[in-house]
């Protein structure tokens, strides 16, 4: 009997905690609902609100655009990448109104930089190597200049100063010996590019201005004017290594060291060619060379692309010409003495400074440009035969031999 009534009494009070238990539950759960509705109203106001915001201020289509993926601006993103997100300034309809010099100037000089060069190993302390002249290509940075003012080296520390004098700190993108060219990249959106013009539809006599830094930054944006005296010129007896500049423009308008790197531009105001360099020898007045738009426009997109112009190709040696007269003095024949050899050549394993190489394919080298002329359209891996003298103090110990050798692709300076 106990035991029964033992059981009975467990019973009525397993039963009256399962009735505290499940009116604790309604009571968590009403809290819970409490809460849920409560952060929904809160949200639904917020949201309204914000919403009721944008219409009031006109913002909505800026909030719908913002959510467009499509429409997500992705320079940054193209730019760490690669440094191709760029376009080049074509002229419009009101660019053919011819301008006055005054109008020129003005439309022109805030695409001219100035270029200041420190060495790379370069201090607080320590002094610019050099000073030339820039001109703005993209609204988003990137500028063009000659490669000899940037030292013909990536690795140069650039400073850029632009018209309204704020200066910017430039990395250089690439370099190109051939044509003489360099890139430069600065961290601002924004700017002026100049508007590029077709340099095949120049013609001699046309109206010219040119516009830079003769003598650097303290004669800065200055401008002269002439006419195109020649086109398709060649310097290759001024180059030591050759030039691909066989079309450059002959100008009479009066540039000086700094101009190098700035602007030759029509009388519409948009780019012909870029001041490249003159002829300062004494007898010779007026004398000055600009490398052609449309070969600006092709190099520096491939500098931008790559860093290097793809597809040149190149013996690997370095030096110089050997003229007439050393040949006479040195007692050796006319041809290209080597100064350096590139390790990538097979002629690193071939030939040595102060050889001369006297003849390319059976053909005599008189200069610079006699090599660049039987390279140029060949392709990387391509083979030519070298006729070489190698030079002894005892003319016994002279001898001439050849050497047949593989072309290997010019990838500009580093």
Not at 342 to 369: M, P, R, Y
Request: aromatic residues 8%; glycine residues 8%.
């Amino acid at each position: 009997m106990v035991d029964n009534f033992d059981n009975k009494n467990d019973k009525i009070i397993n039963n009256h905690k399962k009735k505290e238990d499940t009116g604790n539950i309604f009571k968590k759960d009403n809290k819970l609902k409490f809460i849920l509705i409560f952060v929904v109203v809160v949200l639904s106001i917020l949201v309204l609100g914000f919403l009721g915001f944008l219409t009031f201020t006109n913002r909505w289509e800026d909030f719908v655009n913002f959510w467009d993926v499509s429409k997500i601006d992705k320079t940054d993103e193209n730019e760490n990448l690669n440094h191709v997100n760029f376009e080049f300034e074509e002229p419009q309809k009101n660019d053919e109104n011819v301008l006055s010099a005054e109008q020129v100037y003005e439309k022109v000089a805030p695409s001219i930089v100035g270029i200041v060069v420190y060495g790379s190993d370069a201090s607080i302390l320590s002094d610019p190597k050099g000073q030339g002249s820039g001109v703005i290509i993209s609204k988003n940075g990137y500028i063009v200049t000659n490669s000899h003012v940037v030292i013909d080296s990536k690795n140069t520390n650039v400073k850029v100063v632009l018209s309204d004098k704020e200066e910017l700190t430039g990395k250089v993108i690439g370099c190109d010996l051939k044509t003489d060219l360099a890139v430069i990249k600065v961290d601002k959106i924004d700017l002026k590019p100049i508007v590029f013009a077709d340099s095949e539809e120049t013609k001699v006599g046309n109206k010219i201005y040119a516009i830079g830094n003769p003598a650097g930054l303290d004669f800065a944006n200055s401008m002269t004017c002439g006419i195109i005296s020649a086109k398709k010129r060649s310097l290759n007896q001024y180059t030591q290594n050759g030039s691909y500049n066989d079309d450059l423009l002959q100008i009479d308008a009066a540039i000086n060291p700094g101009n190098s790197g700035g602007a030759v531009v029509d009388k519409f105001g948009n780019i012909v060619g870029m001041s490249n360099l003159k002829i300062v020898l004494q007898g010779y007045e007026s004398m000055g060379f600009a490398i052609p738009s449309n070969t600006v426009k092709e190099v520096s997109k491939s500098l931008i692309e790559t860093g290097y112009v793809p597809g040149r190709v190149m013996l690997g040696i370095s030096g110089r010409p050997v003229s007439m007269l050393q040949a006479q003095i040195y007692d050796v024949p006319i041809g290209f003495i080597i100064s350096g050899i590139n390790k990538n050549s097979d002629l690193s394993n071939e030939l040595q400074d102060g050889d001369i190489v006297t003849k390319i394919n059976s053909k005599s080298i008189t200069s610079s440009e006699v090599i660049s002329k039987e390279i140029k359209g060949l392709k990387v891996g391509d083979t030519v035969k070298l006729e070489v003298f190698r030079p002894a103090r005892k003319k016994e110990n002279q001898k001439t031999f050849e050497v047949e050798t593989r072309l290997i692709e010019d990838k500009g300076a580093e």
